[in-house]
């Protein structure tokens, strides 16, 4: 049997822990420059206002009390989804996220488990209680509220998760026979298949997620190849066999952000991307990893104005540099070093930026053997290892918080390029400056 465990609402969920004054009304989580909603409470939803609404279409129902809006903070989310994750391997015998506010869980035996005292009307069965138990937990320890469902498989777990989701008890266990239940399913709502093949799907007479499960194998490797055949398997109750890894390297890492005002300037595109370098790079060292090289951007507006906030059609392609590293690094100042001479390709004059960004290539282990040149500097600030010097400087901001200890390329004056996060919420978790008073 399988569990998924994911939190109702995540981004909302996590403001109203520590800002009580949300709870019962109206609350969406704003996207990067508080752009549109990203995250809406059972209470925004039901107003009938669809994810992906921009922000300036509702600032005025805002301005009467109507709704509240939060700007993303994700190093708050981050943190309540550790804690999450960290209950869960306390309780599962295996835990596999699956993002920041998901995860899939293997139940120990619960044979013996006892029937529990609870209020709803539900028919006893281990996994029920397993379930309402790990959901309480982390509502007591978290304040997150989660639903959770359990399934022989993990497209099976994903419906009964959105089943139990609805229920006043948070969890659900899917029956021995669903074919009920995903006779009352879309095809196109099946974790897996999306709304893309959805035409293809009805020319083949497969409307819901019973008749994707009892359509023939040829059919379905028809419309979606051998994906899609994996879903109807385990429409089917037979587990098929993940080849994704969750906790693999990356074969890539990245960092990007569109600007809280438009750049028209050098410095500005290259404090940015040194930023950006920077926040990339201590992503390769959190994994132990090296990167061979680099693409660098800087993406600007086709056409004048002064909003950031404009549809994709009004913005312009990127320009693009690619930096080869002398030999693998993960040292911050060695690839601010390579980029350094690419810069000025990316600017020209009288243009207005949108964003920049950088993307790591070439990922590897230090211990990954490769050839050097004969003849080469011993001396080269490129060595094919680990960076003693940015061990000691994340060390640092880890201990007294982000960004303490930073490049001087990434600027030590006002960065109007940051993003627009108007409406943020503190940090509480994790900065001290920023914990919660008690007056």
Same mark, same amino acid.
Request: hydrophobic share 35%.
């Given at each position: 049997? #399988?569990g998924l465990v994911d939190g109702n609402n995540f981004?909302?969920?996590?403001?109203?822990?520590?800002?009580?004054?949300?709870?019962?009304?109206?609350? /969406?989580?704003?996207?990067?420059?508080?752009?549109?909603?990203?995250?809406?409470?059972?209470?925004?939803?039901?107003?009938? #206002?669809?994810? $992906?609404?921009?922000?300036?279409?509702?600032?005025?129902?805002?301005?009467?009390?109507?709704?509240?809006?939060?700007?993303?903070?994700?190093?708050?989310?981050?943190?309540?989804?550790?804690?999450?994750?960290?209950?869960?391997?306390?309780?599962?015998?295996?835990?596999?996220?699956?993002?920041?506010?998901?995860?899939?869980?293997?139940?120990?035996?619960?044979?013996?488990?006892?029937?529990?005292?609870?209020?709803?009307?539900v028919p006893h069965s281990p996994y029920l209680a397993?379930?309402?138990?790990?959901?309480?937990?982390?509502?007591?320890?978290?304040?997150?509220?989660?639903?959770?469902?359990?399934?022989?498989?993990?497209?099976?777990?994903?419906?009964?998760?959105?089943?139990?989701?609805?229920?006043?008890?948070?969890?659900?266990?899917?029956?021995?026979?669903?074919?009920?239940?995903?006779?009352?399913?879309?095809?196109?709502?099946?974790?897996?298949? $999306?709304?893309?093949?959805?035409?293809?799907?009805?020319?083949?007479?497969?409307? *819901?997620?019973?008749?994707?499960?009892?359509?023939?194998?040829?059919?379905?490797?028809?419309?979606? $190849?051998?994906?899609?055949?994996?879903?109807?398997?385990?429409?089917?109750?037979?587990?098929?066999?993940?080849?994704?890894?969750?906790?693999?390297?990356?074969?890539?890492?990245?960092?990007?952000?569109? &600007? $809280?005002?438009?750049?028209? *300037?050098?410095?500005?595109?290259?404090?940015?991307?040194?930023?950006?370098?920077?926040? /990339?790079? /201590?992503?390769?060292?959190?994994?132990?990893?090296?990167?061979?090289?680099?693409?660098?951007?800087?993406?600007?507006?086709?056409?004048?104005?002064?909003?950031?906030?404009?549809?994709?059609?009004?913005?312009?392609?990127?320009?693009?540099?690619?930096?080869? &590293?002398?030999?693998?690094?993960?040292?911050?100042?060695?690839?601010?070093?390579?980029?350094?001479?690419?810069?000025? /390709?990316?600017?020209?004059?009288?243009?207005?930026?949108?964003?920049?960004?950088?993307?790591?290539?070439?990922?590897?282990?230090?211990?990954?053997?490769?050839?050097?040149?004969?003849?080469?500097?011993?001396?080269?600030?490129?060595?094919?290892?680990?960076?003693?010097?940015?061990?000691?400087?994340?060390?640092?901001?880890?201990?007294?918080?982000?960004?303490?200890?930073?490049s001087a390329a990434e600027g030590i004056g006002p960065?109007?390029?940051?993003?627009?996060?108007?409406?943020?919420?503190?940090?509480?978790?994790?900065?001290?400056?920023?914990?919660?008073?008690?007056?």
């Open positions: 049997m #399988i981004f909302v969920s996590c403001e109203r822990v520590f800002n009580r004054r949300l709870v019962g009304r109206p609350v /969406a989580v704003l996207s990067n420059n508080d752009g549109c909603c990203v995250s809406r409470s059972n209470e925004f939803k039901a107003l009938g #206002i669809p994810m $992906g609404t921009p922000y300036f279409q509702l600032k005025h129902r805002e301005a009467t009390g109507e709704l509240c809006f939060c700007s993303s903070n994700y190093e708050l989310y981050g943190d309540m989804s550790r804690r999450i994750i960290s209950i869960l391997r306390e309780e599962a015998v295996d835990v596999e996220q699956y993002s920041i506010d998901e995860a899939f869980i293997t139940p120990p035996s619960l044979e013996a488990l006892p029937a529990p005292d609870s209020p709803f009307p397993y379930g309402r138990r790990l959901r309480s937990k982390i509502l007591r320890w978290v304040g997150i509220p989660c639903g959770i469902g359990f399934a022989p498989t993990k497209t099976l777990a994903k419906i009964a998760n959105h089943i139990g989701k609805k229920r006043p008890e948070g969890v659900f266990l899917l029956p021995d026979d669903p074919t009920e239940i995903l006779a009352g399913l879309s095809a196109g709502e099946v974790w897996g298949v $999306g709304r893309r093949l959805a035409p293809q799907l009805r020319a083949e007479h497969i409307f *819901t997620a019973k008749d994707l499960r009892d359509a023939p194998d040829d059919v379905i490797r028809g419309i979606g $190849g051998v994906t899609l055949l994996r879903t109807a398997t385990e429409l089917r109750g037979t587990p098929c066999k993940d080849d994704r890894d969750y906790d693999a390297d990356p074969d890539s890492v990245s960092c990007s952000r569109s &600007f $809280g005002e438009p750049v028209t *300037t050098l410095d500005g595109i290259s404090e940015s991307l040194a930023s950006f370098t920077a926040q /990339a790079a /201590a992503k390769l060292r959190q994994h132990g990893l090296l990167a061979a090289g680099c693409n660098v951007y800087a993406q600007i507006f086709r056409s004048g104005g002064t909003s950031p906030k404009r549809s994709p059609e009004e913005c312009g392609d990127c320009l693009v540099r690619t930096v080869m &590293f002398p030999a693998p690094t993960d040292a911050t100042n060695a690839m601010l070093d390579a980029i350094r001479p690419e810069l000025p /390709a990316l600017f020209l004059p009288g243009t207005r930026y949108r964003k920049t960004g950088i993307v790591f290539f070439g990922i590897e282990k230090p211990e990954t053997p490769h050839q050097m040149e004969l003849f080469g500097d011993s001396r080269s600030p490129f060595p094919v290892s680990r960076s003693p010097l940015y061990a000691t400087i994340d060390a640092l901001n880890a201990r007294y918080g982000k960004s303490k200890v930073f960065r109007t390029w940051h993003t627009k996060r108007s409406k943020v919420s503190k940090r509480t978790t994790t900065r001290w400056d920023e914990l919660m008073t008690v007056r």
